[in-house]
């Protein structure tokens, strides 16, 4: 007993009460005690407590491999031990709640953080069409549609349709495990299983579902090889787009030609306006026919993001010196390698299709230029008609002004002793008459001879 008097310090005040207990320190030593501490843990914030349940719970092994130190009656210390550990699973299972309603409440506040802010997360109203052609309607906000497509969030803003006004040019977005296609009024997220598409209320989004669905279908292959699903996505949007723009064309070519026959007869306010309009529509269909070729080039001269279209969904990588393919399997590379073979072909394809609808595009917009620059002619040249009339008659005006002048002359009521000849009234007449005409003549010789008429 003296020997851990010098260690062990035990002051048995009061008797043992399970609802309150201390830690006492000493210099080696560290023990529970009977102390009453209730002035004490008044003195102690909420933090210290935590703290001080974590001490106990850490010292819990301490105490039990100097349980032969302590000095108390057997049957007295077993109940003691047993209630203290029961009291300090107690606490231990109620720090780990409290840590799990921290970690909720955080994730709860962050959460609502934007809603406090007043700025709300976006939902996404989407078409989920599934590889075997399942088709469903789905509410996705930004967070779960970069979680389950594994994007960045910059990449969600070329197909976000809140920023339909900035993001106007076409693109083709090649990610790890998704693609994503802007397309003007088609935006959509293609993955390895399904694809997301945007805006599907509007045309582009109706002529694309109705170009896939059917690709999907089994019988569409006629027995080949199936192509994957994004490949199959990615041809769908393509052909759907390309199309609109060809029976765009089809539809305005009729109308400007009969416009074209038209118009050098009869230059009506009716039959220019209706050549403004066609005009405008062809330089709308000129820039989106450009601009998707101009993407479409980009890809065919990129052959590293085709390559990342070919190994998606397979074990292969590619070498950042030479952008090599490397596959785990042989066959997958072989594989890979020829759908790039065909996916160079597929856009080449389309590429020319798309050529052609431009071209034949600027060729009826040259034409209503031209015929623009001759109405424009046509126009000028009446002008100058309307102006050489009018140069005419400001002559004659001039001339018989001349002549009005001499007759105000001699009607100022003066005596001149003109008036007491016979044939002076004739003379004077005829004098006025023939001098306009003189002048007229006069004028107008030395307007020709200037070359203005």
């Known amino acids: 007993m003296a020997s851990t008097s010098s260690y062990l310090l035990q002051l048995p005040i009061c008797p043992p009460s399970p609802s309150s207990h201390c830690l006492l ?9 009977n102390w009453p501490c209730s002035r004490i843990s008044s003195r102690i914030n909420p933090v210290s407590a935590k703290l ?10 301490t105490e039990e491999s100097d349980s032969d130190t302590l000095t108390s009656d057997g049957d007295d210390g077993n109940e003691e031990s047993t209630e203290d550990f029961e ?32 700025i709300r997360e976006p939902v996404y109203e989407v078409v989920e ?9 789905r509410k996705l906000n930004r967070r779960h549609l970069i979680k389950s497509s594994g994007l960045r969030p910059r990449d969600v803003r070329s197909v976000d349709p809140s920023l339909w006004l900035t993001n106007t040019m076409p693109s083709l977005l090649v990610r790890d495990n998704a693609i994503l296609l802007n397309l003007g009024s088609l935006r959509a997220i293609a993955m390895e299983e399904c694809v997301f598409i945007f805006n599907y209320n509007r045309k582009g989004g109706k002529a694309f579902i109705d170009a896939l669905l059917p690709r999907l279908n089994p019988e569409f292959s006629n027995g080949g090889p199936s192509m994957p699903f994004e490949l199959e996505v990615v041809e769908a949007a393509l052909n759907s787009r390309i199309q609109r723009l060809e029976q765009r064309l089809m539809e305005l070519e009729p109308r400007v030609q009969a416009l074209l026959e038209v118009l050098p007869n009869r230059l009506t306010a009716d039959i220019l306006e209706q050549l403004r309009i066609s005009k405008q529509t062809l330089v709308e269909l000129g820039s989106k026919a450009g601009a998707l070729k101009q993407m479409l080039l980009d890809i065919l001269e990129d052959p590293h ?18 952008d090599d393919m490397e596959c785990s399997v042989p066959l997958e590379k072989q594989i890979a390698e020829e759908e790039e073979e065909e996916i160079e072909m597929l856009l080449e394809n389309y590429l ?5 609808c431009h071209g034949q595009a600027e060729r009826l917009l040259d034409s209503a230029k031209e015929m623009e620059d001759s109405i424009a002619v046509n126009l000028s040249s009446r002008r100058l008609e309307v102006s050489r009339v009018e140069l005419l008659l400001q002559v004659g005006t001039f001339c018989v002004a001349v002549g009005a002048l001499v007759a105000g002359i001699f009607g100022m009521n003066l005596k001149s002793y003109l008036e007491e000849h016979v044939f002076a009234f004739w003379l004077t007449t005829a004098g006025i008459i023939v001098g306009a005409v003189v002048a007229f003549f006069l004028m107008y010789t030395y307007l020709k001879a200037r070359k203005i008429f």
Not at 52 to 61: A, G, I, K, M, Q
Not at 95 to 115: I, K, P, W
Not at 129 to 137: E, F, H, P
Not at 352 to 356: A, G, L, M, N, V
């Open 25 to 33: 320190f000493t210099g080696y030593a560290l023990t529970r005690s």
């Open 52 to 61: 001080l349940r974590r001490v106990e719970c850490l010292t819990r092994p």
């Open 87 to 118: 009291v300090a699973k107690h606490r231990n299972s109620d720090a780990v709640a409290d840590r799990r309603e921290f970690s909720t409440g955080s994730q709860r506040v962050a959460n609502s953080l934007s809603d406090s802010l007043g």
């Open 129 to 137: 069409v599934r590889s075997n052609g399942v088709v469903s309607t």
């Open 305 to 322: 993001e085709i390559r990342r279209i070919c190994i998606m969904g397979r074990n292969c990588t590619l070498k950042k010196e030479n």
């Open 352 to 356: 020319q299709r798309c050529e052609s």
